[in-house]
């Protein structure tokens, strides 16, 4: 998990602590820890949620599918 705040949320830790998940932080400064998943999101940012305004959930899965395809 990520310590910044794209991807920060109380109701995942709570739900993580719920469910016995031990979450694991990358060290904060250090995106070389995960260059995988940085580089996803970066692409993902930039590729598709900086393009895109979404109205409901279903109109985002369904662009997120049709830019998954592509």
Not at 19 to 30: C, I, N, S
């Amino acid at each position: 998990m990520d310590n910044f705040t794209e991807f920060t949320s109380k109701a995942l830790a709570e739900w993580a602590l719920r469910g016995g998940v031990k979450l694991d932080y990358t060290r904060a400064g250090k995106p070389t820890d995960n260059g995988l998943i940085e580089s996803f999101n970066c692409r993902l940012r930039d590729g598709f949620l900086n393009v895109n305004e979404f109205t409901t959930m279903q109109d985002a899965r369904d662009k997120l599918k049709a830019w998954q395809h592509d």
